[in-house]
């Protein structure tokens, strides 16, 4: 079946500092993945709609400047948490749909842990 | 009021017991039904499928979408330890394509 690969699983940095995860398609082209957050006993919020070879479209209230998106090639997006703060410490999940696959049949990443001292 | 209402749970059965997860929502547009299964500190992967109203069987689960009381479900037979996760409801509107609305999600414990 499809495959979502994210890295890192987790990640531990300080305050101020900028973290880059990557969410890649293993054996399908994507030309949609959607980053989403999820804090813990929430739901995964969709933070935005990552888009190949153009900008990312953002849901409202998710900063664009702090949360860096982009989609170079048809395998491979990356969101950046830049300066980042402890309350961006989540829980980072990505997923992409597959062509051809049913609205909202998405294939998700193993997410991504993000603490920020 | 959220979009989608889900009970956060915890939800704790014996094993073998029939669990029953459920969902409301408010957005009449929604016409795609989904539930998901997520594991511990893992993503979550799609479980059930359902178009519009009706009922849709897959071996020990069972998804019901009743869309005149804006209410869906999820059955659970004959449950499992395997089955402890947290369950997602998710939906979306065909004008919404692939963006999903998550309930919070129902976490459950299956006890041996």
């Known amino acids: 079946g499809a495959v979502v690969s994210q890295h890192p699983s987790w990640v531990i940095c300080k305050s101020g500092t900028s973290v880059k995860i990557e969410c890649r398609s293993l054996d399908f082209q994507a030309t949609t993945m959607f980053w989403y957050r999820q804090f813990p006993k929430q739901s995964l919020m969709l933070m935005a709609t990552s888009n190949e070879g153009s900008k990312a479209t953002y849901e409202q209230g998710v900063e664009k400047d702090k949360f860096l998106i982009n989609h170079a090639s048809l395998t491979l997006s990356t969101l950046t948490v830049t300066s980042a703060h402890p309350e961006d410490s989540s829980f980072y999940i990505c997923?992409?749909?597959?062509?051809?696959?049913?609205?909202?049949?998405?294939?998700f990443g193993e997410g991504s842990r993000l603490t920020v001292l | 009021q959220k979009e989608v209402e889900q009970d956060p749970g915890p939800l704790s059965v014996p094993e073998g017991a029939i669990v029953s997860l459920n969902c409301t929502y408010s957005?009449?547009?929604?016409?795609?039904f989904m539930w998901y299964r997520q594991y511990s500190r893992k993503g979550p992967e799609l479980l059930m499928y359902t178009y519009s109203s009706g009922n849709k069987e897959d071996g020990r689960f069972t998804a019901q979408v009743d869309k005149s009381s804006k209410y869906i479900s999820l059955f659970i037979r004959d449950s499992q330890p395997s089955d402890s996760a947290t369950y997602l409801c998710a939906m979306s509107a065909p004008s919404s394509g692939d963006k999903l609305t998550f309930g919070t999600g129902t976490r459950l414990a299956v006890r041996p």
């Open positions: 957005n009449s547009a929604f016409q795609y």
């Open positions: 997923s992409a749909p597959i062509s051809g696959s049913r609205d909202g049949e998405l294939f």
